[in-house]
């Protein structure tokens, strides 16, 4: 062998190539919100970056012609189905998620349809298209008819979601249900209610399983029937699919969020989506914030909740507020109907969120809780003030504010006073500050890198054809027996039959006794005899 063949092949193996290991990765990732692409995107491209042979279904795709063997299948349509949707903001404290979904799934299996619709990717799931997949990926978030893909080409399927699992996934793989835990960002949208702790708790167990049924009696047969229209009547059942997953990728991390109990096939994932190195701000916003020099405050409602839905008076009351702090403001707002601002509000239609947030004058950070902007925040050592409005905000902040690194309003009852005694006292306490800066680093401290650990947990799956060793026996029981129903009816039933029986033998003891009492001189006679 030459010192050419040699070297070619030591190059190779020394190479970061994965030479003869990659893999075709089906990922669908359907839902139209940013939050959730931006967390998706830097695991598929790192995917795609290991060797991996990619198509990705998605509303936001990258576009980048530089990448090869990555195809992209884009349902960016959603969008405009997207604006025909309720405002949010007049939803909080009218539904809790329940009734949140019921509101959202015409739109959401209009969705479906349509993307099934797609041609590119009908081409793909016919019947005589040849493809092949050694890996199904798969946004698990109110998009189940989806799974039937892994049937369909008969290969094993990791789900992926942006934040935390919602409860029907968390009974489908056999995690415990926990019906009045914080990390239940399910039941957060439910109005106050009464303040009897134990009627909240009820209340909370019976919302949990009324969800749970739901989706198990109503929402997953629907989807099915949507699955089987395009891929044929011989697809699994929806629920066997969902409970079989190999794992799930769940974007948790646990300082930032409830510890919580969950089963191997739970993979923590988090702060994907965080840019190593910031882009620069655009000159004229960088220009603002470097003369900021008693600092400015940043105010943003996230993608999917924006603030031009806030109610009229809402906005003025946040107007007044900001106009006696003695810093500037950031606003970003999506129209222009603001007017008469003061002379330290600034608003602009669209922020580089991470290079504002990093920028060493910011005093606070005013958001709706939102998980990725959570992490940012964190990320950069600012302080918070939420404004919760669906899904798991309500939790995200609540967390914030038990480790002392925000506070919590209520968006539907915003006031001129409680609005700026929040941003005064959070901005001005430096308590605030350092306790976030204790928690950012809390948060880099870990074993090993997220993303590395990601990609390793898929091509796990991928070498082995699954894994059914993560699976849970728990799964497969009914729930009668995962919270020990049948335990606890058999011992009421004891309870009962025992109290009664001793009812019975009191009840006797006594009549006999009255009669004792009543004929002493009958008994004293027999005795004689």
Not at 243 to 257: H, R, T
Not at 388 to 408: L, T
Request: with cysteine; glycine share 4%; net charge neutral.
């Amino acid at each position: 062998m030459s010192w050419r063949v040699i070297f070619i092949v030591f190059t190779l193996l020394a190479s970061d190539w994965h030479f003869g290991d990659a893999a075709r990765i089906l990922a669908v990732l359907p839902t139209a919100s940013v939050s959730h692409q931006v967390v998706f995107q830097k695991l598929m491209l790192e995917l795609n970056k290991r060797g991996h042979e990619l198509v990705v279904v998605t509303p936001n795709p990258v576009n980048d012609p530089t990448l090869k063997n990555y195809t992209e299948i884009d349902v960016s349509f959603q969008y405009s189905n997207k604006e025909a949707l309720p405002n949010t903001i007049n939803l909080r404290g009218n539904v809790d998620w329940f009734g949140l979904l019921k509101v959202f799934e015409p739109t959401l299996s209009k969705n479906a349809v349509q993307i099934f619709e797609h041609p590119e990717l009908k081409k793909l799931y016919d019947p005589n298209s040849g493809e092949e997949f050694d890996l199904i990926l798969m946004q698990m978030f109110i998009t189940p008819a989806f799974m039937s893909f892994a049937a369909r080409f008969k290969a094993p399927m990791i789900g992926i979601v942006s934040a935390s699992l919602q409860t029907s996934v968390q009974y489908a793989i056999g995690n415990p249900i926990l019906h009045s835990d914080p990390s239940n960002w399910q039941l957060d949208m439910k109005s106050p209610g009464s303040s009897w702790i134990p009627w909240r708790r009820l209340d909370n167990f019976i919302q949990s399983w009324r969800f749970i049924h739901y989706h198990r009696t109503v929402y997953l047969p629907k989807y099915q029937k949507i699955a089987e229209k395009y891929l044929g009547i011989d697809i699994p059942d929806l629920h066997d699919l969902e409970k079989n997953i190999s794992l799930i990728f769940v974007n948790q991390q646990g300082p930032i969020s409830f510890a919580r109990p969950n089963v191997p096939k739970v993979i923590e994932i988090g702060g994907f989506h965080v840019a190593d190195k910031i882009k620069p701000l655009p000159k004229d916003l960088k220009k603002v914030l470097d003369e900021a020099t008693q600092g400015f405050v940043y105010m943003s409602l996230g993608s999917n909740v924006h603030s031009k839905m806030l109610p009229e008076k809402a906005r003025k009351d946040i107007v007044t507020a900001f106009s006696k702090l003695p810093y500037k403001v950031i606003w970003k707002f999506e129209d222009d109907t603001l007017t008469n601002l003061p002379e330290n509000v600034i608003i602009l239609k669209w922020t580089p969120q991470q290079a504002v947030l990093a920028h060493p004058n910011i005093k606070v950070f005013i958001y709706q809780g939102g998980l990725q902007s959570t992490e940012e925040a964190v990320s950069n050592g600012v302080p918070l003030i939420g404004l919760p409005v669906m899904s798991d905000q309500d939790m995200n902040v609540r967390k914030m504010v038990s480790v002392g690194v925000a506070k919590m309003l209520e968006i539907t009852n915003i006031n001129e006073k409680d609005f700026f005694e929040a941003v005064r006292t959070v901005a001005g306490d430096d308590g605030y500050k350092q306790r976030m800066l204790n928690l950012r680093s809390l948060l880099e401290d870990k074993p090993y890198d997220m993303l590395e650990n990601a990609v390793w947990w898929t091509e796990h799956v991928i070498r082995h054809r699954g894994a059914p060793h993560l699976h849970s026996t728990t799964a497969d029981e009914p729930w009668y027996q995962r919270q020990d129903m049948d335990i606890i009816a058999f011992l009421s039933a004891m309870f009962v039959i025992l109290s009664i029986l001793s009812v019975f033998i009191f009840y006797k003891c006594v009549i006999l006794s009255i009669r004792l009492a009543s004929h002493p001189t009958v008994e004293k006679s027999k005795k004689r005899n």
